[in-house]
């Protein structure tokens, strides 16, 4: 049984903030970085609103950046999963590794982040790594000069659909409403594009293909309307479902699963337990703003420890 003073587990912006800062602090931080290093920014592209990169960063060299910073000063990184947690108030926080061994540790910063939404209809399922797919950047260059999809009407979507303007001959983006979540200068890029086609008020009925993906049927939710589009990938960017199914039933979640902080902190409603990034935040989910809750959780920690 290995025991630690702090534990982070989860590797995007909040989790390697919080190990730079607990790493100054000389809590010797031990950071897991879970099932996805680097977290969500290593699938997106370009990121342009990341306070000190006036011409941008790609969102893998921006983490890789925070990694090899919190590891300057000491931090521990281990590619292991946290597959059990059994937390306390107050007490020892234990963890159960992938690997069979155990870690006891007397602080512990919950950075888990959040992954994909998925639709959650048999074909989706079926036709996964076969044409659907929830990242452009990984999967987008499969798919050169044939014509895709894109379901969402958020920034990601506007994202994912942007990016796939370089390979794709056609981009049809299919939103459930006629007024899209994203950003305005997102759509009107989006908008702008002239390989971009918006298919309005309509809800996936089904995605076609038996091996592999060759079309989305659609039905269009003001005139009942059913209709096909050829396509030979869907991309999904539906939002995303907070990573603490894990640990839930420990410490308080509103409705959707995000950790419930304690006002004006990183604290949960365990002592000694805290939290920060996407698993915690229902309303920005900035790579900035996971940042900043993972400079509050290590400055939380720290108090607690030295109490
Ligand atoms: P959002 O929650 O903003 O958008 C999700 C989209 O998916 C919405 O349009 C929603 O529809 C739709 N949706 C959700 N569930 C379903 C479903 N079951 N069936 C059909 N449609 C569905 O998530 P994003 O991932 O786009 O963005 C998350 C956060 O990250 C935001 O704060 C965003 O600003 C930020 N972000 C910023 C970027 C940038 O600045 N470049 C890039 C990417 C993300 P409806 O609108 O009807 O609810």
Not at 81 to 97: H, M, R, Y
Not at 194 to 207: G, L, Q
Not at 228 to 238: H, K, W
Not at 288 to 297: E, L, P, V
């Amino acid at each position: 049984m290995k025991k630690e003073k702090l534990v982070i587990v989860g590797s995007g912006p909040a989790g390697y903030t919080a190990a730079i800062y607990a790493a100054r602090a000389n809590l010797n931080p031990l950071i897991f970085a879970g099932t996805l290093p680097g977290g969500l920014l290593t699938q997106t592209t370009h990121v342009e609103n990341f306070p000190g990169f006036p011409e941008g960063v790609t969102g893998f060299d921006l983490v890789q950046n925070m990694q090899q910073q919190a590891e300057r000063f000491g931090t521990r990184l281990e590619y292991d999963e946290v597959i059990e947690f059994k937390l306390t108030d107050g007490g020892v926080q234990t963890l159960v590794l992938s690997s069979g061994e155990t870690i006891e540790a007397e602080a512990l910063i919950l950075a888990t982040g959040a992954s994909p939404r998925y639709l959650g209809i048999p074909s989706e399922e079926r036709l996964k790594n076969k044409g659907v797919s929830a990242c452009a950047t990984c999967d987008g260059a499969f798919y050169k000069d044939v014509p895709v999809v894109v379901l969402g009407g958020g920034d990601s979507a506007m994202e994912e659909a942007l990016f796939l303007t370089r390979f794709a001959s056609k981009v049809y983006v299919i939103h459930r409403r006629d007024q899209l979540r994203a950003s305005r200068i997102m759509t009107e890029r989006a908008k702008t594009n002239p390989k971009i086609e918006f298919v309005w008020s309509s809800t996936v009925e089904e995605i076609i293909g038996e091996r592999k993906v060759s079309g989305i049927r659609i039905k269009n939710n003001k005139t009942g309307e059913i209709s096909t589009v050829e396509c030979s990938a869907v991309f999904v960017a539906l939002g995303h479902v907070p990573n603490t199914e894990k640990f839930r039933q420990f410490i308080d979640t509103d409705a959707s699963g995000y950790v419930i902080l304690k006002e004006n902190s990183a604290k949960t409603k365990l002592k000694g337990v805290f939290a920060a990034g996407d698993c915690a935040d229902p309303s920005y989910r900035q790579a900035i703003s996971a940042a900043g809750m993972g400079c509050r959780a290590a400055i939380d920690a720290e108090r607690y420890l030295e109490e």
